[in-house]
C-alpha cells in the first residue's frame, strides 16, 4: 500500500509540474509580435518585467527590452538563414506546417534561458485565437543589454530542426560556436584531440566543447573568417547596442553541412531503433550513449566533403574517428 500511495504520489507530481511550467507561460498578458516570433511578457504577478526593463523611450507602447530581445532574435534568424544558408526551424519538416511561430516567453528563471523541441500548443488565457502549435524558449527578465542567451537559444531551435540528437558536447558546443557571429572576434580554439581519451573526454564535456568546435570550423573554414551582415528588417533600440558586434567566424559552411550530415543519420537512429523519426524518448535524445557514434560518424562524413589532404591536424583526426568507429560496439 505505502508502495502504491508513493507511486500515485509521483505521478501527481509529475502532471503538477507539466501544468505548472504550461500555466506560467500561458498567464502572460503581453505579446509584441515582429515576423515570426511573438515576444509574451507581462508587467504584474511573479514573473513581471523589473522596473529597470520597462523603459520606454520610443513611446510605442512596448518596453525597449521587449524589444531588443524581438530585435536580437531577428537579426539572429537573418543571419543563421540569409547568410549561413541553415534551414529555420520553421521551414523544417519537424515543424513545417504545423507551428507557424516561435514563441519567446519572459520569465523570472533562476538561469538565462533554455529552448525546447516539443510542438506546443499553448491555451493563452489573454490571447485564445493563439490556438495553433509553436515551439518555444523563455527568456529571463533581467538579461544584460548585450547578454547572448536570445541568440544561443535561437540556435538551439535551429539544431532540433535539423536532428532529434541533444547530446550537449554536441547542442552547447555548437552554440557556443554560434555566439562569436556576434562577438567581437572568433573565440580561442584548441587543437583536435588525438587520441581515443582525448575524443572522450570532449564527449564528456558541455559547454567546454566549444574549443573543440571552434577548432574545426577554423581548420575547415571556407569564409576566411568573415561574413556580411545582412540587410536589418529592424531598428536598433534607443540604448542598446548593436547584434553583431564584427563580421567574424569561421566554418560556417562546415556547420551547415555537418547540420545536414546529422538529419541524415539520425534518421538511420530511428529505423535502426524501430522508433518513429520525431518521437524520441527525451533521455535517448540527450544520454544514450550510442548517439555519440551517429554524430561521429555525421562528422566523419563532413570532413570528407572538404579538401583536407594538406593539413596534417585534420588528417591525424580522421584516422582517429575511423579507428574510434570501427572499434566501436555500432555498427
Partial sequence: MKLLLIFVSLIVCSFSLEA????ERENLDHVFIKNKFRIFYTLNGKNQLPESNRFDLNLNGVPDYVENIAYRLIVAAQLYTDVFGFRHPLQSPRYKDKAK?????????ENKGSAGDSLIA???GFFPQFHQGSIAMKLSNRLDKDNMTSVHELFHLYQNGYTMFKNRWYT???ARWAEYAFREG??????????SAALEEVMSQSYGAKYFWRRLAYLLDSNKGVFLTP??????????PLVIEDERIYGYVFIKRFLENMDRVDNA????RDVKEYYWKEDDQKNNKDNNIYILDALRKTILQFETKENSEIQRFLVLLENYLENSAWK
Wanted: proline share 5%; aromatic share 12%; net charge positive.
Fill in 231 to 240: 540587410p536589418l528588417k529592424m531598428d536598433v533600440i534607443k540604448g542598446y
Fill in 20 to 23: 505548472n511550467w504550461k500555466t
Fill in 101 to 109: 511561430f516561435i514563441d519567446v516567453h519572459i520569465l523570472t528563471l
Fill in 172 to 174: 552547447e558546443g555548437t
Fill in 186 to 195: 572568433t573565440g580561442s580554439r584548441r587543437k583536435l584531440p588525438e587520441n
Fill in 122 to 124: 499553448f491555451n493563452y
Fill in 269 to 272: 537512429a530511428s529505423q535502426k
